[in-house]
C-alpha cells in the first residue's frame, strides 16, 4: 500500500471528550503558548477551540477511537467499554457534521466539503489559517466568488514558524489580490486559527489548513456548522483578528525586492511537499 511507504504523515487532530458527554477540538495543542517556539521569533500562537455537547460528540469520540485502535491494535469493543461510552441525546439548534480526512480514509472528502463551503457564499467570505499553499481547485474557487461579487477576507499571520511555507504562501498574495481578495496579515503572534464563514450562515472550524499537506498528507478533522448562531460568533472572533491586522495593499506590496519574487516564486513550485 502506498500508506505505509511514506515517513512524513502527520495525525494533525486535537480532540478531547470527556466521558462521552463533552467534546473539545481546533487548533490549540497541548503546550503554554508563552514558551513554544519563542527561538522562531513568530510571537505567542493564537489559537481557538470550540466546546461541544449533544450528538456531535459521538462521531469525534469515534474519530479518537479509530486513533487508538491504528496505534494500539485493541479491539473496539474494548476500547468502547473502558472509555464508558454510550448513547447521547441531542442538544442545541445547530446542525454539525464532523467530517475526518486522511490518506486512505477520505480521498477528497474534506477538500469537497471546503469547496462547498466558499461556493456556497453570495455575499460575504472570510478565511483564517496560519499556512496558505492551496491547489488549483480552491484557487478557482476563490475566483469564482470574487467573480460573483463575494467580498472575500483573507486573515494570515504576518509572521509564520516555516520560512519555506511563509515564502510559498507569499507567492499567492498577487494572484489573490488581483482577483479581488483582501489580504489581512496579523500582527500579534502567529494566528493559527483555522476557520471559514460564509454569509455569517456556514462555517468551518477545526484543525485543517489551507494547504496541501493538510488536505492530502494530514489526519485532520474539521466541523461544519449550519446556522446562523455559531458562524456569527465565529464571525466575532474572526473580526477581532482582522481588529489587529493590516491590510496588505497592492502597491505597497509590488514594491517588494525583485530576488524576494524570485524566492517565493521558486518555492512556490515545492508547495505540495511543505
Request: proline fraction near 4%; charged fraction near 25%; aromatic fraction near 8%.
Amino acid at each position: 500500500m502506498t500508506l505505509v511507504s511514506r515517513n512524513d504523515l502527520r495525525l494533525h487532530r486535537k480532540i478531547v471528550v470527556v466521558d462521552g458527554e463533552v467534546a473539545w477540538t481546533g487548533s490549540m495543542n497541548l503546550v503554554d503558548p508563552r514558551y513554544f517556539k519563542q527561538d522562531a521569533n513568530v510571537g505567542q500562537w493564537v489559537d481557538a477551540m470550540v466546546r461541544v455537547q449533544g450528538t456531535v460528540v459521538v462521531p469525534l469520540a469515534m474519530t479518537v477511537i479509530g486513533d487508538w485502535m491504528l496505534e494500539t491494535a485493541e479491539p473496539i469493543e474494548t476500547i468502547i467499554e473502558s472509555a464508558g461510552l454510550g448513547l447521547v441525546e441531542a442538544k442545541g439548534r445547530a446542525d454539525v457534521q464532523v467530517i475526518p480526512s486522511g490518506p486512505g480514509q477520505s480521498d477528497d472528502g474534506l477538500l469537497q466539503m471546503l469547496l462547498a463551503v466558499i461556493n456556497s457564499a453570495r455575499e460575504e467570505l472570510v478565511l483564517t489559517t496560519p499556512y496558505f499553499v492551496p491547489d488549483d481547485s480552491m484557487l478557482r474557487a476563490l475566483r469564482g466568488a470574487t467573480g460573483r461579487g463575494v467580498r472575500v477576507d483573507m486573515i494570515l499571520p504576518e509572521k509564520v514558524d516555516s520560512v519555506l511555507t511563509r515564502y510559498a504562501s507569499r507567492s499567492y498574495y498577487d494572484e489573490l489580490m488581483d482577483l479581488g481578495v483582501r489580504i489581512y496579515l496579523y500582527r500579534k503572534g502567529l494566528l493559527h486559527t483555522k476557520s471559514i464563514t460564509a454569509d455569517r450562515r456556514i462555517s468551518m472550524f477545526g484543525t485543517v489548513n489551507l494547504d496541501m499537506r493538510s488536505l492530502w498528507l494530514n489526519y485532520e478533522v474539521a466541523l461544519f456548522v449550519y446556522g446562523a448562531e455559531f458562524a456569527e460568533e465565529l464571525h466575532a472572533l474572526q473580526q477581532s483578528y482582522m481588529d489587529d491586522c493590516e491590510c496588505l495593499a497592492p502597491e505597497q506590496w509590488s514594491k517588494r525586492p525583485s530576488s524576494q519574487r524570485f524566492l517565493k516564486n521558486a518555492l512556490r513550485l515545492v508547495g505540495p511537499v511543505l
